[in-house]
């Protein structure tokens, strides 16, 4: 059985890991996945064997919390964590540094030669000196006070991760600094300003508050990039409607898409998207479904036809009967294959689990024991070989972690972001230049993504303006994708229509309508021979188009035939020399696109490279497996959100 389950108090790799490592040992546990950015884990287990209370009360062990994640409903977009959190982190980190840059002044400016009020200088003001540092300290522990019931709780429960070493070397350093104070005021009271002068240097209270904003520089970078992460799958739940006219009882009514039950009859009006997965049992459409299939021409749909949730009606009016609702539709399995391949962890990511699971310890035995060797064998006071443990703690911090490497990022992704480049992770940058095979959507990708008009063919003795004026008068009445780009033709060329009348459209046909006096036909090849208009061997050019990847419509003026008005999704014009600059690379590139073949192979035929058509968003993501698993690194392109399962599961997307 597999289980998500959601996963609170985790903050760095080392706690992912030990989460992993509790529920690992669990007997029946087959496979354990922890997805920081998502605070969540699956676990596939045995369910004869253990359950998921066995499971939540590991995790708890562990010093964490867990629970089973509901079943999210599809249309509720999960609330933003990473976004609140990026909030929150912002507020502590302004909040810090207004308190962080008066003390660092305060304890390191006159070392630097820069003028300090005359109450904090010499030594009789030594005190004031002190007391003003632990004073501006204490409001940045309460601000980050996370880091260190986060840091003991995981110590305490024999699980120490970053946050316990950032706790303890912070800590240890404002409760040497506290003892210093005390010992300054003692050796002020029997008029030792000696001493009270040499404590006086010995504090480390700039260190502690450094040491936690620096941290939460690191840390709100780290949730930044989080936020960006979560906004794909909030974007995907978006795509769903919120809601459903279903007809029940007689009585239309509208209803939350998650009320709604397989066998339900739903209406769909023009222009609005399907709520959920069905079969069309009464009216006909034009569905644009390229969010979910990636064919950029609208799919026509009659009686008996099935059509997708979150694929958008065109233009006409139908009733449907709701065959896949809730987690089953096409949209919610896009949704959990984004989720999984997410989890999924490249080899270096296991490999820094592994190391930062291991790290921790081990720099707080080297401080214990380095503190114990200078106290034993230096001859040494207590309070220096404590301040020898604190040094180890501290130096050990990983600000280098935490704050380097999300520095190093963010320039290298801005610096990407200017070429119009956005980088999802570090292990996206590593793998990059080993990328042996290019995977490459077409609709939006390589293609503009829309149609626009590539051929009109005449028939013998017609003028072009009249074919195109007949032409877009009857699609000016008309919503379909096609007619549009056949009116926005004519308006780049110049001809002027008149308006028609008594517009009536067949299914699975085309439409018809009056101008001036004259009845119009348009639509395809069997419109034209059930209406008994000869076509005679403008038939053969039809194919012809028809095989280079082009949709011919056919116009027809009472009975007399006008000619052909052919439209594609052509190439952008970038597209081809961006091919041919992977050919020189030594990368092999297949084209992976839900559009039909036909189209799909004129459209790879132009560019020479090899294609795979016809294939759903879950297709599209075994593909790219089929491609890993064959040894090749595989880098995937694509613009939409049938793309999504692809993108996440290659080695970069």
Same mark, same amino acid.
């Given at each position: 059985m597999k289980q998500k389950f959601d996963v609170t108090g985790m903050t760095c790799s080392a706690c992912s890991a030990h989460v992993e490592k509790s529920v690992s040992k669990l007997e029946g546990v087959q496979c354990v996945n922890?997805?920081?950015?998502?605070?969540?884990?699956?676990?596939?287990?045995?369910?004869?064997a253990l359950g998921t209370t066995d499971i939540i009360h590991a995790v708890e062990s562990g010093g964490y919390g867990a629970s089973v994640q509901g079943e999210t409903k599809m249309q509720e977009a999960p609330k933003n964590v990473a976004a609140e959190e990026m909030h929150h982190m912002k507020r502590r980190l302004i909040a810090s540094f207004c308190f962080l840059i008066p003390l660092f002044y305060i304890s390191m400016g006159h070392m630097m030669g820069a003028p300090l009020p005359a109450i904090l200088l010499g030594d009789e003001n030594v005190m004031i000196f002190a007391l003003t540092q632990l004073f501006l300290t204490i409001p940045v522990l309460i601000i980050n006070k996370k880091y260190y019931v986060v840091g003991f709780k995981a110590l305490w429960n024999k699980a120490p991760n970053m946050d %316990?070493? $950032?706790?303890?070397? #912070?800590?240890?350093?404002?409760?040497? %600094?506290?003892?210093?104070i005390y010992s300054m005021a003692y050796a002020m009271g029997h008029g030792d300003l000696m001493t009270a002068h040499h404590y006086g240097m010995e504090l480390y209270f700039e260190s502690a508050a450094m040491i936690l904003t620096l941290i939460t520089v690191g840390k709100y970078m780290e949730t930044r990039s989080k936020g960006k992460t979560s906004e794909a799958i909030s974007k995907l739940m978006d795509l769903a409607p919120k809601t459903a006219t279903v007809l029940r009882n007689g009585v239309e009514q509208e209803i939350p898409v998650e009320e709604v039950v397989t066998g339900d009859t739903i209406i769909v009006k023009p222009g609005q998207r399907i709520p959920v997965d069905g079969k069309i049992m009464e009216g006909f459409s034009a569905v644009d479904e390229s969010a979910i299939t990636g064919e950029s021409i609208p799919v026509e749909k009659q009686v008996g036809d099935t059509v997708i949730g979150a694929t958008v009606n065109k233009s006409g009016y139908f009733r449907m009967t709701a065959t896949r609702v809730g987690k089953d539709t096409t949209l919610s399995q896009i949704i959990a294959l984004v989720e999984e391949a997410g989890a999924s962890k490249a080899p270096i990511a296991k490999l820094a689990d592994k190391v930062s699971g291991v790290f921790v310890p081990v720099v707080i035995t080297i401080a214990v024991l380095a503190a114990v060797i200078w106290f034993v064998a230096g001859n040494q006071p207590f309070s220096f070989a404590l301040s020898i443990g604190i040094a180890v703690l501290v130096i050990s911090c990983p600000c280098a972690l935490g704050l380097a490497t999300p520095t190093a990022i963010m320039v290298g992704t801005g610096k990407g972001a !200017?070429?119009?480049?956005? *980088?999802?992770?570090?292990? #996206?940058? !590593? $793998?990059?230049?080993?990328?042996?095979?290019? *995977?490459?959507?077409?609709t939006g990708t390589l293609t503009e993504g829309k149609p626009i008009v590539t051929d009109v063919v005449l028939a013998k003795g017609i003028l072009r303006n009249r074919l195109l004026k007949q032409a877009a008068a009857v699609e000016a009445l008309s919503e379909h994708p096609l007619a549009e780009a056949i009116v926005a033709?004519?308006?780049?060329k110049e001809v002027a229509f008149e308006k028609a009348e008594n517009l009536t459209a067949t299914a699975g046909q085309g439409v018809e309508a009056d101008v001036a006096g004259k009845h119009i036909l348009a639509g395809n090849l069997k419109m034209m021979q059930e209406r008994g208009i000869q076509l005679g061997e403008w038939e053969a050019k039809a194919v012809e188009l028809a095989e280079a990847g082009k949709t011919p419509l056919f116009f027809a003026e009472n009975e007399t035939f006008l000619g052909i008005v052919a439209l594609a999704d052509t190439l952008k014009p970038t597209s081809k020399a961006a091919v041919d600059a992977f050919h020189q690379m030594g990368i092999e590139v297949v084209m992976l696109t839900g559009d039909n073949k036909r189209t799909a192979e004129a459209i790879a035929k132009e560019l020479d490279i090899q294609v795979i058509a016809e294939v759903l968003p879950q297709d599209k993501e075994r593909e790219v497996r089929r491609l890993q698993e064959q040894g090749k690194k595989v880098a995937m392109i694509g613009d939409g959100i049938n793309d999504a399962p692809a993108l996440m599961r290659a080695d970069v997307g």
């Open positions: 922890v997805n920081l950015l998502q605070n969540s884990m699956v676990v596939e287990y045995d369910d004869n %316990s070493l $950032i706790a303890l070397g #912070s800590a240890a350093s404002v409760v040497y %600094s506290v003892f210093a !200017e070429y119009g480049i956005l *980088v999802k992770s570090a292990e #996206s940058l !590593e $793998i990059a230049h080993q990328v042996q095979t290019v *995977v490459l959507d077409k033709y004519a308006k780049e």
